[in-house]
């Protein structure tokens, strides 16, 4: 509820649910357990309030959360909920640093192919071609491979979309991310075609990318929880000229 108070976004998808957050008053009226539930869960916002006014539904996941969770104390509320579910709860914890992983790993993003047919019966032919291609730079978050740290097995989380913005913040900052970053590749190739023959140019377009986890601080000992991510730092391709069946036409 205070993830969902303070930002007016939901706290288990991180997804926008009131077009602004919710005012002081409205937390006040909470707190000395009088309801607001206009403001609550406002007409036409995808979200909605149980029949007691207990509960909180986001409308697009389908999550739930108490409405007097903030006033319960975020360590109670927290271990209930991981009692209840099996789960460990990120929201409300610390970015304690990013850990990279040192090697960058490769991505096919994009396989083109361009015939090209020489009809002559003596003369080869060189033919050229201008390829190109171009990528955002964007963080990518591994929200369903969150291990413990200091090694275990993947961990169920609960409370991540609240600390989303957080995670790409601090990723941003590290890697120079903008919302205008790319990255872009432009280069000319030149294809020998041999007389009577068809060949292909098949052109493998790769991303390189940095890979680390983000330490998130739960607060409890044995808790902190590593959020795997990757960065495209590269943009490659590899170029194959490849035989085609010929035929006469």
Partial sequence: ????????????????????????????????????PDSLAPYGAPV??????????????????????????????????ERRTGSVDVSGSRILGIEEDGELEEQVIEIERHPFTNSSRTAPATRQLEISNSIERTAQIDSSSVSRHGGGATLSVLGLGSVMGQLQQEISQRYALTSRSSLTVRESVSVEVAPRTAVELVVEWKTVCARGDIRLGTGRRGQDALVPYRVPVRLTFVAEVRDLPYGET
């Avoid at 108070?5 to 288990?12: E, I, K, R, S, Y």
């Avoid at 006033?71 to 509320?77: D, I, T």
């Fill in 1 to 36: 509820m205070k993830a969902y108070a303070a930002t007016g976004l939901c706290p288990h998808c991180g997804r926008k649910v009131l077009d602004s957050p919710l005012p002081g008053t409205v937390i006040d009226a909470l707190r000395y357990d009088q309801f607001l």
């Fill in 48 to 81: 909605s309030l149980s029949r007691f006014r207990a509960r909180m539904t986001c409308q697009i996941c389908g999550e739930h959360w108490p409405v007097r969770q903030p006033f319960l104390g975020n360590g109670m509320a927290r271990r209930r909920r």
